[in-house]
């Protein structure tokens, strides 16, 4: 298995992939990612991860540039967006490699901190909390 970047020809298939991910407000997670790509004038492909064997997309993850603000200083955030596989590869640590690699990219490219939203399914609070993040 490899994890690079996104290639610009491969999004609308990453798009597809998180499809299968439902989320509560009633759309899907490749509905996200397609808004994102399409409006956020932060996103760009080398913010997406995807791990890849054989040429098909196991999975991916985003990384999501902000500058954050805390009390009045202005600090340099990853949020960490998209960390999916799909169901019938779950459980061989696919995701823990790509969000361990967003994690290495975050630190080399310099921002101080990384931001996990795990509202929805699949990865819960517990999951990031055992991989090192803390809970706010």
């Not at 990612?33 to 492909?45: H, I, K, L, S, T």
């Not at 202005?74 to 999916?84: A, E, K």
């Given at each position: 298995?490899?994890?690079?970047?996104?290639?610009a020809?491969?999004?609308?298939?990453?798009a597809?992939?998180?499809?299968?991910w439902r989320?509560?407000?009633?759309?899907?997670?490749?509905d996200?990612?397609?808004?994102?790509?399409?409006?956020?004038?932060?996103?760009?492909?080398e913010?997406?991860?995807?791990?890849?064997?054989?040429?098909?997309?196991?999975?991916?993850?985003?990384?999501v540039?902000?500058?954050?603000?805390?009390?009045?200083?202005?600090?340099?955030?990853?949020?960490?967006?998209?960390?999916?596989?799909?169901s019938?590869?779950?459980?061989?640590?696919?995701?823990?490699?790509?969000?361990?690699?967003?994690?290495?990219?975050?630190?080399?490219?310099?921002?101080?901190?990384?931001?996990?939203?795990?509202?929805?399914?699949?990865?819960?609070?517990?999951?990031f909390e055992?991989?090192?993040?803390?809970g706010?």
């Amino acid at each position: 298995m490899e994890i690079r970047t996104l290639a610009a020809q491969e999004r609308l298939k990453f798009a597809d992939l998180l499809d299968e991910w439902r989320l509560t407000e009633g759309f899907s997670a490749g509905d996200r990612f397609r808004y994102q790509v399409e409006f956020d004038p932060g996103w760009a492909d080398e913010n997406v991860l995807v791990a890849v064997e054989g040429g098909r997309l196991l999975g991916g993850v985003s990384i999501v540039p902000r500058q954050l603000r805390v009390l009045g200083h202005s600090i340099p955030t990853g949020g960490i967006s998209n960390l999916f596989t799909t169901s019938k590869l779950r459980g061989r640590g696919i995701a823990t490699d790509l969000l361990e690699r967003a994690a290495e990219t975050l630190r080399l490219r310099g921002f101080e901190l990384a931001i996990a939203f795990p509202a929805a399914g699949p990865a819960s609070s517990d999951y990031f909390e055992k991989r090192g993040f803390v809970g706010w």
